[in-house]
């Protein structure tokens, strides 16, 4: 699997700590995850699998305040559902995402 990142550099501060939708979704075999980080800390993004398997983290760092994307190619992976986990200050949400091969 390989993931790249790319910072958004808006002039807005984010309101919310947020974790958008991918896209698109389904894919094949490569998908965008955007959130939003409203206060500099640490941040975790990882993917799993229906059984509840870590499949990767994408991200594991101290990340300053802002608007992220990260590109996920699960070309290696088996077609199915499969769950993203943002976690930062204490918050955590998960979104599903379907590969479609």
């Known amino acids: 699997m390989i993931s790249s ?12 700590f947020s974790l958008k939708q991918n896209y698109p979704n389904p894919f094949n075999p490569i998908t965008l995850i955007q959130f939003d ?8 993004l990882y ?18 305040v802002g608007t992220y994307e990260y590109s ?17 200050d204490g918050q955590k949400i998960t979104k599903k995402m379907v590969l479609n091969k």
């Open 37 to 44: 980080i409203p206060k500099s800390g640490m941040v975790k």
């Open 72 to 88: 996920f190619n699960a070309g290696e992976l088996p077609s199915g559902v499969y769950f993203y986990k943002l976690e930062s």
């Open 5 to 16: 990142k790319h910072r958004n550099n808006q002039p807005e501060i984010p309101e919310k």
């Open 47 to 64: 993917i799993f699998d229906v059984t509840g398997r870590m499949i990767d983290v994408l991200v594991n760092e101290e990340l300053s």
